[in-house]
T-cell receptor, first 117, second 115 residues
Framework: GAGVSQSPSNKVTEKGKDVELRCDPISGHTALYWYRQSLGQGLEFLIYFQGNSAPDKSGLPSDRFSAERTGGSVSTLTIQRTQQEDSAVYLC???????????????FGPGTRLTVT | AQKVTQAQTEISVVEKEDVTLDCVYETRDTTYYLFWYKQPPSGELVFLIRRNSFDEQNEISGRYSWNFQKSTSSFNFTITASQVVDSAVYFCALTPRVSNYQLIWGAGTKLIIKP
């Protein structure tokens, strides 16, 4: 596709359930980023991928959060045993080359709105 | 410390007025990049501008202009002759050279343009 896509667009889940959020970056973009945005807040960095590897997982809030990227393309963010405080919009972004971030902006997907009841 | 401050939580103006959104940043790096993004009610973040720390020349794009001043660590954004479609949350962000993949975000300024 032309832009970054994310699915589902909305997800309502019960506390304690696991959820998977998917991100399809722009074709050819080697860098992929996950962010979390709580209501009325700025963006919170979660994890960054360069290719299939994740050199920086420091933003993941707890060990209930994990992410993987396969084939240098699609990425999945998994939240296990969801809690109400996990409710937020999860945004994915991609860019052509992380080493040249200064020259390439991040392109964002529409996000997945997660609601934990 | 690396930090971006957008002190204005919300601004409301009447259409056609000019409005300036403030952004102040902190970084130890001498090389860094600054960004502005727009997040309309639809939610998708839209890139507006990128500026590197070596280029202090102000930039104008249509009704948008940006004033980068290293002396005051500010990168302010002005919309002239505002329109209702400009209503959105605007984020300023910083990428320090040291970790040149992570964007450090301000909290955002919600701009409301009244008809």
């Amino acid at each position: 596709g032309a832009g970054v896509s994310q699915s589902p667009s909305n997800k309502v889940t019960e506390k304690g359930k696991d959820v998977e959020l998917r991100c399809d970056p722009i074709s050819g973009h080697t860098a992929l980023y996950w962010y979390r945005q709580s209501l009325g807040q700025g963006l919170e960095f979660l994890i960054y991928f360069q290719g299939n590897s994740a050199p920086d997982k420091s933003g993941l809030p707890s060990d209930r959060f994990s992410a993987e990227r396969t084939g240098g393309s699609v990425s999945t963010l998994t939240i296990q045993r969801t809690q109400q405080e996990d409710s937020a919009v999860y945004l994915c972004a991609s860019s052509p080359d992380r080493r040249a971030l200064g020259n390439y902006e991040q392109y964002f997907g529409p996000g997945t709105r997660l609601t934990v009841t | 410390a690396q930090k971006v401050t957008q002190a204005q939580t919300e601004i409301s103006v009447v259409e056609k007025e000019d409005v300036t959104l403030d952004c102040v940043y902190e970084t130890r790096d001498t090389t860094y990049y600054l960004f502005w993004y727009k997040q309309p009610p639809s939610g998708e973040l839209v890139f507006l501008i990128r500026r590197n720390s070596f280029d202090e020349q102000n930039e104008i794009s249509g009704r948008y202009s940006w004033n980068f001043q290293k002396s005051t660590s500010s990168f302010n954004f002005t919309i002239t002759a505002s329109q209702v479609v400009d209503s959105a949350v605007y984020f300023c962000a910083l990428t320090p050279r040291v970790s040149n993949y992570q964007l450090i975000w301000g909290a955002g300024t919600k701009l409301i343009i009244k008809p």
